[in-house]
């Protein structure tokens, strides 16, 4: 039978055929007939899921070191960005050389001296940044930073305690603080294992784990068929909860981009390819190597597996699903800017990203805001 709202122009014959529906259907809802009621219409679809960009924390364009209201606050090229368990913020505020904790609507400056650059350990603002550049945190609350060179060589890693205490991590071995291949990736395993990118005589980049007793560690990388796999120019790491690393890979000049998994064993990693490739740039969505990046950079992961990515060259975020199915959720590939409100619209260059409850999290180096990317799809 037709659902009520489809039948259609009623004849004279038809008429009469509507007027029985009727009142059989009428009789159905006394309780005394035997005529089936008619069906309710089927619901409208669900509106279609739309990514909303508003700028979180700081004055777009407003360059300083002010502490206060969110909407008062102000950065100077604010890259790295993570949370706790209890769900503060902190960002590496780079050209101010601190780090500031968002908490309760306002933001706060915990370690560092605003201004003055350099390497000093220490409790708060008598701790020293040369350059504190991306971040990751551990279960206690500790938070693990790279702090990079003047001559932008290497950097090290400095880690603040949940009481403002900074200090350097070095190598029980030499006595020397451990210095990363030049970038700034940085991550922790439910176990406290710091992770990071160093370089060896032979090999510019290699994955290295650091563990809570400062031995270092070089993690074996291979391919699933056994092959060793040699990375080309990693920009980011990350760790889901069962402590699965995901490596961003570009090639030397920065362009193209893979997304690897690594299952991490001992000192060995066994590397899943998710998507992209070394070899070619592009702006595709699409599964797997099929898709294409330009930059791939900075990743971030939701509490389903998702990988959410900066795609720096294109100036877009892309979401690549557990299985490798790769899609633009903001930005416009090829367009920069800050313009809040509904994508797609134009990005601006994104430092880093954060999942944090129902929202992605990215700093914005050049307008110096944290902006909060919702109603992902």
């Known amino acids: 039978m037709l659902p ?3 039948i259609p122009a009623p004849s004279t014959i038809g008429k009469a055929i509507v007027a029985a529906l009727l009142i059989g259907s009428i ?3 006394g309780g005394g007939g035997t005529s089936p009621s008619i069906p309710n219409p089927p619901p409208p679809p669900p509106p279609a899921t739309q990514s909303i960009v508003s700028v979180f924390a700081g004055i777009p364009g407003a360059t300083g070191n002010v502490d206060g209201a969110l909407n008062t606050a102000q950065f100077n090229s604010p890259q790295g960005i993570v949370a706790d368990a209890a769900g503060n913020i902190y960002v590496a505020d780079t050209d101010n050389f601190t780090i500031r904790k968002i908490s309760a609507g306002t933001v706060t400056t915990i370690a560092g001296a605003p ?5 000093a350990d220490g409790i708060g603002n008598n701790a020293l940044f ?3 550049w991306l971040m990751a945190v551990d279960a206690a609350g500790n938070l693990y930073v790279t702090d990079q060179g003047g001559d932008m060589a290497a950097a090290i890693i400095r880690k603040i305690t949940p009481a403002g205490q900074v200090t350097t991590l070095t190598n029980p071995a030499t006595g020397q603080a451990i210095q990363t291949d030049g970038g700034g990736a940085i991550a922790v395993d439910s176990q406290s294992n710091v992770y990071v990118f160093s370089s060896t005589p032979t090999q510019p980049s290699v994955l290295v784990q650091i563990t809570p007793a400062g031995v270092v560690n070089t993690i ?3 391919t699933t068929a056994g092959t060793p ?3 080309v120019n990693p920009q980011a790491l990350a760790i889901d909860s069962a402590n699965n ?3 961003s890979d570009d090639d030397l000049t920065g362009n193209a981009g893979a997304l690897y998994k690594v299952t991490v064993n001992g000192v060995n990693g066994t590397v899943t390819q998710l998507a992209g490739t070394t070899s070619v740039s592009g702006a595709t969505d699409g599964p797997g190597s099929s898709a294409t990046f330009d930059g791939l950079s900075q990743i971030a992961l939701d509490p389903a597996g998702n990988i959410y990515a900066s795609d ?3 100036s877009t975020i892309r979401e690549i699903s557990p299985a490798g199915m790769v899609s633009t959720v903001a930005g416009i590939a090829g367009q920069t800017g800050l313009y809040p409100g509904a994508q797609p619209a134009p990005l601006p260059d994104i430092g880093a990203l954060l999942w944090l409850g129902q929202t992605l999290y990215a700093t914005d180096i050049d307008d110096n805001v944290v902006l909060g990317i919702s109603h992902m799809p």
């Open 4 to 6: 009520f709202n489809k």
């Open 27 to 29: 009789s159905a809802c």
């Open 115 to 119: 201004g003055v650059a350099g390497w």
């Open 130 to 132: 040369n350059g504190p």
């Open 220 to 222: 074996a990388l291979t």
């Open 229 to 231: 796999l040699a990375l």
């Open 245 to 247: 690393l995901y490596i």
């Open 312 to 314: 720096y060259n294109n």
